[in-house]
């Protein structure tokens, strides 16, 4: 039992992560994106058996602002669960997704009213994209269930969200100083631009091709200044905001595969693209399975 206490909730980030990587490597198999949707399947479990034999626990984890914003990544896995079970458990899928979607909302409110209406600059970290542009995940599989106008709402607003915190986030960055347990959250950076970019792909039958390619190429600009801060916190020992080496490599490399696919769909030449995904694939895939194995070194290490 003091193994599943042990378990920092921010593993959720990595449930995230795994889920996502599975849908990234869906192209290479199907057996290897439920591979990886069962180990997300694993995190979860232990997730709500921690949630269930020490709420206090949790709790207490929760009330930090950063503890808060992470906790978003929950039912942002959620979500992308429910397009998992879809094919073997049809009946649950769209509650499970409702579900999710309500739970995201509730927690956009609660940290509206305790950390926006009561705003402290020492309070804001890159884990309020999570809690503001992470519903974008809706846009993200609105296809699987239909809800076009709903994914549009959502992207809509995180996309407005983004652009507002990239300048109160980067002021705070450059403003105070950050604690090392809190120096890798700085990748998080790299998910909100690539999330919007796939989202926009997901949830806008017509596209448009000047916004895609400005949407491309934001994401790779942010995405190369998380990578090149991620040389640095490889150095680090492991914090739990490891969490942040993996969603957003992975759905930075979602985001250009997608805008590759739908590019070249418009008639362009972006050939130059397809290396660029499959490096951006082995990154985002070596990153998630690291910070998955460094999360149950520490779960499993006697002290």
């Known amino acids: ?8 909730f921010a593993f959720s980030g990595v449930m995230l992560g795994m889920a996502a990587l599975g849908n990234l490597l869906q192209s290479y198999g199907e057996g290897i994106r439920l591979l990886f ?4 399947f694993v995190i979860l479990i232990l997730l709500l058996l921690k949630l269930i034999l020490f709420p206090n626990a949790v709790k207490e984890e929760l009330s930090t602002p950063i503890g808060a914003g992470v906790f978003a990544t929950f039912p942002m896995a959620l ?8 094919p073997f458990i049809p009946g649950i899928s769209f509650p499970l997704w409702v579900f999710a979607n309500a739970i995201h909302i509730v927690l956009i409110l609660y940290f509206t009213k305790t950390y926006i209406l009561h705003f402290e600059e020492k309070n ?11 519903i974008v995940v809706a846009s993200l599989t609105t296809p699987a269930y239909k809800t076009f106008a709903y994914g549009q709402a959502a992207f809509y607003f995180g ?10 986030v980067t002021k705070r960055y450059v403003k ?3 604690p090392d347990p809190a120096k890798p959250l700085m990748m998080i950076y790299a998910a909100p631009m690539a999330l919007c970019t796939a989202g926009y792909i997901q949830a806008f039958p017509e596209k448009n091709k000047s916004f895609v390619l400005f949407l491309l190429v934001a994401t790779s600009v942010i995405y190369l200044f998380a ?23 992975v759905i930075s490399a979602i985001a250009t595969k997608q805008c590759f696919a739908v590019l070249t769909k418009m008639g362009m030449n972006v050939a130059f693209l397809q290396p660029v ?9 070596v990153f998630t399975i690291y910070a998955c194995l460094r999360y149950f070194q520490f779960i499993l290490a006697e002290k």
């Open 1 to 8: 039992m003091e193994k599943i206490k042990k378990i920092p």
């Open 37 to 40: 949707g069962c180990v997300a």
């Open 79 to 86: 979500m992308l669960f429910s397009v998992y079970v879809k």
């Open 124 to 134: 804001v970290h890159t884990v309020w994209y999570i809690v503001y542009v992470g």
């Open 159 to 168: 996309f407005v969200a983004l652009l507002i915190l990239l300048c109160v």
């Open 176 to 178: 105070l100083p950050v």
């Open 227 to 249: 990578l090149f801060k991620s040389i640095q916190f490889l150095r680090f020992p492991f914090y739990p905001s490891y969490a942040a080496f993996t969603f957003p490599f």
């Open 277 to 285: 995904v499959l490096v951006e694939t082995i990154i985002a895939a």
